[in-house]
């Protein structure tokens, strides 16, 4: 009995550790590599390069992880990003965004110049809630002010006037909402100096769709001089062309 049972055993054995190993799933991929990238950070030898790789670090970290919950120990690490003000203001601002967490704005020192006046304390709390008169937004997705790595979604609502403006889009023509000038301060500020629109008609069950063909004749008797009312409900920007708007309704009155 002894010299058949050995023999199975073996087998059993060889076959167990010949079996391929158990495929790691994306998550843990993403955090292994993250792991190795902390190590490879704080084994830099001058502080300069550590904290331009903590940096990477958490861009790759908000960029590919599902993950919105911000601990301490992450807030530690641009705590420790103090040799370029504009680093220490970005990682601030990348977990704010990420988390929608208001108060991590708070904690941004940096007083910004023109081209990245989005790393300021206001315009960090004004990119994640925004009210203005009768609008009122939230970001729901992304890290503005670019749709980079992935869509702004802002949803809330606006009274905005505007009429339809054909426009040469890669040599053809496009009929585009055109937001008045003076209501451009009542969407979000990491949008409010885009003017041209994509008018859908939009729910949360089916997304966004065309508008109707009616409903495009009406706004088109409408001009700069004579400009249309709309009410929206939701702005999504995309990473290449124009963003959408979603159409609730033509306010008339």
């Given at each position: 009995m002894k010299k058949i049972l050995i023999p199975i055993l073996i087998l059993f054995l060889t076959a167990c550790m010949s079996a391929p190993p158990e495929e790691l799933t994306k998550e843990d991929k993403i955090k292994l590599?993250?792991?190795?990238?902390?190590?490879?950070?704080?084994?830099?030898?001058?502080?300069?390069?550590r904290e331009t790789c903590?940096?990477?670090?958490?861009w790759n970290?908000?960029?590919?992880?599902?993950?919105?919950?911000?601990?301490?120990?992450?807030?530690?690490?641009c705590d420790s990003i103090t040799k370029v003000?504009?680093?220490?203001?970005e990682c601030y601002w990348l977990f704010a965004m990420k988390s929608k967490n208001e108060e991590i704005c708070d904690k941004i020192t940096y007083e910004p110049f023109i081209d990245d006046d989005y790393l300021s304390k206001e315009i960090c709390h004004q990119s994640l809630s925004y009210?203005?008169?009768?609008?009122?937004?939230?970001?729901?997705?992304?890290?503005?002010?670019?749709?980079d790595p992935e869509n702004l979604d802002y949803r809330?609502?606006?009274?905005?006037?505007?009429?339809i403006s054909e426009e040469e889009t890669f040599g053809e023509i496009f009929e585009y909402f055109k937001v008045h000038p003076d209501d451009l301060i009542k969407l979000p500020p990491?949008?409010?100096?885009?003017?041209?629109?994509?008018?859908k008609n939009y729910s949360i069950e089916e997304g966004f769709?065309?508008?109707?063909?009616?409903?495009?004749?009406?706004?088109?008797?409408?001009?700069?001089?004579?400009?249309?009312?709309?009410?929206?409900?939701?702005?999504?920007?995309?990473?290449?062309?124009?963003?959408?708007?979603?159409?609730?309704?033509?306010?008339?009155?």
């Amino acid at each position: 009995m002894k010299k058949i049972l050995i023999p199975i055993l073996i087998l059993f054995l060889t076959a167990c550790m010949s079996a391929p190993p158990e495929e790691l799933t994306k998550e843990d991929k993403i955090k292994l590599i993250l792991e190795s990238k902390i190590e490879n950070c704080n084994g830099l030898p001058f502080k300069d390069q550590r904290e331009t790789c903590l940096l990477e670090y958490v861009w790759n970290k908000v960029s590919w992880e599902d993950e919105t919950t911000v601990t301490n120990e992450e807030l530690e690490i641009c705590d420790s990003i103090t040799k370029v003000k504009r680093d220490n203001a970005e990682c601030y601002w990348l977990f704010a965004m990420k988390s929608k967490n208001e108060e991590i704005c708070d904690k941004i020192t940096y007083e910004p110049f023109i081209d990245d006046d989005y790393l300021s304390k206001e315009i960090c709390h004004q990119s994640l809630s925004y009210e203005y008169e009768d609008a009122n937004w939230e970001l729901f997705s992304g890290l503005p002010p670019k749709a980079d790595p992935e869509n702004l979604d802002y949803r809330g609502g606006a009274k905005l006037r505007g009429w339809i403006s054909e426009e040469e889009t890669f040599g053809e023509i496009f009929e585009y909402f055109k937001v008045h000038p003076d209501d451009l301060i009542k969407l979000p500020p990491p949008i409010s100096h885009r003017s041209l629109f994509q008018l859908k008609n939009y729910s949360i069950e089916e997304g966004f769709g065309p508008i109707e063909n009616d409903i495009m004749a009406e706004l088109s008797k409408y001009s700069e001089s004579n400009p249309a009312t709309i009410s929206i409900e939701k702005v999504y920007v995309l990473m290449e062309g124009a963003p959408f708007m979603g159409l609730k309704e033509i306010i008339t009155e």
